[in-house]
């Protein structure tokens, strides 16, 4: 069975920085498209970053694009999104996500709330 958890979210203030980890069992994440989405109260869920599968190349979307960085670590089946000069507007659940065709799986997601 494929798990995604997350972790690392918080309160911090604009400026700030964060890092997300999704860490993987049931499953090798290389073998996956991995992603990052966030949904902020009352929006639409959107993509944020995404590595796809067998590559390490990084996709990013234009609102976090220069202060976001996403990366994987094979050897600890786990990707991470290091999250810097975060503002109010980041403020959202962030969800890991590991898709294959068809087939996609989900984490819990963790909050993440930029405030001053």
């Known amino acids: 069975q494929v798990q995604l958890i997350e972790s690392g979210g918080g309160l911090v203030h604009p400026g700030g920085s964060l890092n997300l980890s999704c860490v993987a069992s049931?499953?090798?994440?290389?073998?996956?498209?991995m992603g990052w989405f966030r949904q902020a109260p009352g929006k639409q869920r959107e993509l944020v970053a995404r590595?796809?599968?067998?590559?390490?190349?990084?996709n990013y979307s234009d609102s976090v694009r220069g202060r976001f960085t996403m990366t994987r670590d094979v050897a600890k089946n786990t990707v991470y999104l290091q999250m810097n000069n975060l503002a109010i507007e980041d403020t959202a659940i962030y969800s890991c996500?590991?898709?294959?065709?068809?087939?996609?799986?989900w984490g819990q997601g963790t909050q993440v709330t930029v405030s001053s």
């Open positions: 996500n590991a898709t294959f065709f068809s087939t996609a799986h």
């Open positions: 049931g499953t090798l994440i290389y073998i996956w498209d």
């Open positions: 590595i796809v599968r067998k590559t390490d190349d990084a």
